[in-house]
C-alpha cells in the first residue's frame, strides 16, 4: 500500500532530522552497505568451500578420515554462511520523485515474498493479538 502525501513528508522530515543528528548511522540504513557485506559474506563462504572441498580430497587421498570430515564440516558451515548471506539481500524499493537524499525504504525488513498466502510468525502473532483485543474490548 503506498504511502499517503502526509505520510511521505513526515518520513522525508524524520530522514533529515536523521541524518543531521547521527550521519553515520544513516549512511548504514541507505541499503548499498548491506548488499555489499551479504556479497562479501557469501564471497568468502565460496572461497571457504573450496578449501573445505580441497580437505576433503585431502582425506580421501591420504586415507585420513579425520582431515576428510573437517573439510566437511568447513564445506557444510560455509555452505550455510553463503546461502544465508545471499537469502539476507533485502528487496529496496525507491522512487525516483521521492525526495529522501537516496535513502532506501525496505519493507520492514521482509524479503519480497506474498504476505497474504505466506504469513509470517510476527504477522500471525499479531493477528492474534488484534483477535483478542477486539473480542475482549480492550481488556
Known sequence: ??????????LEQMERALL???PKFASTLRGT?????ARRR???AGVVFVIGVALLMTGVITQLPVVGIVGFVIMLGS??????ALRSKPVAHTSPSHPSHGFTVFEGGRRGRNRRTHASFMDRMEQRWQRRR??????
Not at 477486539?134 to 481488556?139: L, S
Open 42 to 44: 557469501a564471497v568468502v
Open 20 to 22: 543531521q543528528e547521527d
Open 1 to 10: 500500500m503506498p504511502l499517503s502525501e502526509e505520510e511521505l513528508r513526515l
Open 79 to 84: 555452505a550455510t554462511v553463503g546461502l544465508a
Open 134 to 139: 477486539d473480542g475482549n474490548a480492550g481488556w
Open 33 to 37: 552497505s548491506f548488499r555489499r557485506a
